[in-house]
Structure formats: structure tokens, C-alpha cells
């Protein structure tokens, strides 16, 4: 009810050392246990993004038959964890050994290169093709822009505490589901875009059996419940961050990734196609 159409596992031999190598990855993090704050966060978003376009390359089939299943769902999550996993050790040990001065400073820099790159690359292959539509994702860029200030104004102002603890941890996590509902509705309304989660599905359907579909759509609805999930979600972390940073920084983080991660890949294939 959840899950997006098209989960494809990858054969044994791709996925068992992706996975042997993923879990140590994470083993050896974990161990280390290094601090989690918002600058570590936002440090990551890039990364979220890198992900989101090595699946849209995937759609374009842009990669080998031998390889091109790495980059479908759900293993081009587990493949952008894999490499963003070991750019941040590497940056936990350069920073243990003095040549780096701070862990985000790398971890940002790295995936914000790894994402531009691959982002050309993907609209470098269908200029050549011809297509290049910028006008609606800037749209909803803008659009998400102006709904997460409203919506981090109102929590500011209603629940000071929540936005002070959870700081730009929680501003991302309000973003990233913004973007999602923003461009998923951009899709479904103007563009004749389907949705691939069933749950997401419904919610834009109910929305288009309201009487107001006639005159603004039916995917409001799922901005609206998109937002107010993200604050609510935000909400009931502060407590968590402040017993548990680290821990809770980093489910945040996940969050976030859950709507940002879909965003940006609704805005880049909204550009491309």
C-alpha cells in the first residue's frame, strides 16, 4: 500500500556484495560513532539529491544492461548510502588526522560535485535529444520555497521550542516533503504525471473528488498532508533530539531524505522529459 511500483531486486552477485559492503560501511560508522548536528545534516542533502539523479538516469537508461539494475529501486538507495558512507569515513579519518577541518566540509563538498555532475550529465543526454522544459520545475522550486517559509514561520510561531531544538534539521525535513507534494502535484494535475506509490495515489484521488479539483487541481490535498505530516513529524522529535542528538538527527535525516529524494527526482525528470 506504501511501496512505489517497480521495486526491482538486483541478482546475487550484484546484490550480496552490495550489501556485505553497505553493513560494514555502516558497522565501522557506527562504531566510530561520530557527532550528528544540523551542519552534518545539510552536509547529506546533496547526497540525497545525487540519488535521486542516478535513478533518473536509470529511467533514461543511460547505464550498461549489466549494471543498470544498481540504479533502480530500491538499490540506488542502498548504492548513494554505500558511497556517501565512505566519503564520510573518509572524512572522519582526514579530520582525525589533521588534513581536513571539518567532516561536513568534505561530505558537502563531495556529494554537492557528485550531484552537479551527474545532474549535467543527465540534462547534457537530452539536450542533445532536444528536451529541456525548465519552466515547471522552477515553478515548483519557487512554489516549495514559499510554502516551507510560511509553514517554518507558523511553527516558529506557535511551537518556538520545537524550531529552536530541531533547527535546520527539521527546516530540511519540512523542505524535502514540500518539494515532494509540490512537484508530485505539478505533475499530477498539469503535466498528466501518474504516482507510483499507492498510498500517495489515494491521496491525490481524494483530492481530485473534491469539489474544489474544478478550480485548483486535486494535488493540494497531498501538499497540505505532506507538510503538515513533515511538522508533525518534526514535532515529535524535539524531545528525542534533545536526550538523543545523535540518534535523533539521524532518523531526521532519513526523513528528510524520504522527501527530498523524491522531489528532486520529480524536478529533474519534469526537466528532462
Do not use: C
Request: charged residues 10%; hydrophobic residues 60%.
Amino acid at each position: 500500500m506504501v511501496l512505489p511500483e517497480g521495486f526491482t531486486v538486483p541478482p546475487w552477485q550484484l546484490l550480496v556484495p552490495l550489501v556485505v559492503v553497505l553493513v560494514g560501511v555502516v558497522a565501522l560508522l557506527w562504531a566510530i560513532g561520530p557527532p550528528v548536528t544540523d551542519r552534518t545534516v545539510l552536509a547529506f542533502a546533496p547526497w540525497m539529491m545525487f540519488g535521486s539523479t542516478l535513478h533518473v538516469l536509470y529511467q533514461l537508461e543511460a547505464y550498461p544492461d549489466s549494471i543498470a539494475v544498481l540504479f533502480s529501486t530500491p538499490s540506488v538507495y542502498a548504492v548513494t548510502a554505500l558511497v556517501a558512507g565512505v566519503v564520510w569515513l573518509i572524512g572522519i579519518f582526514l579530520h582525525a588526522g589533521g588534513l581536513q577541518s571539518t567532516i561536513e566540509r568534505l561530505v558537502g563538498v563531495v556529494g554537492t560535485g557528485f550531484f552537479v555532475t551527474f545532474a549535467m550529465v543527465t540534462i547534457f543526454v537530452r539536450w542533445e535529444e532536444g528536451v529541456f522544459e525548465p519552466f515547471w520545475p522552477v515553478i515548483a522550486v519557487v512554489v516549495t520555497g514559499i510554502v516551507t517559509a510560511l509553514a517554518w514561520i507558523a511553527l516558529s510561531l506557535w511551537f518556538t521550542d520545537v524550531a529552536a531544538v530541531t533547527g535546520a534539521t527539521g527546516a530540511l525535513v519540512v523542505f524535502g516533503h514540500a518539494l515532494d507534494g509540490v512537484s508530485t502535484a505539478i505533475g499530477y494535475d498539469l503535466l498528466g504525471a501518474g504516482e507510483d506509490v499507492p498510498l500517495s495515489r489515494v491521496i491525490l484521488e481524494a483530492g481530485s473528488s473534491l469539489p474544489t479539483a474544478e478550480y485548483v487541481g486535486g494535488g493540494w490535498l497531498f501538499v497540505l498532508v505532506k507538510v503538515a505530516l513533515a511538522l508533525a513529524i518534526v514535532g515529535l522529535f524535539k524531545d528525542y533530539v534533545e536526550d538523543a542528538p545523535r540518534q535523533a538527527r539521524t532518523l531526521l535525516a532519513l526523513v528528510a531524505a524520504i522527501g527530498l529524494g523524491p522531489g528532486i527526482h520529480n524536478v529533474l525528470l519534469f526537466l528532462v522529459t
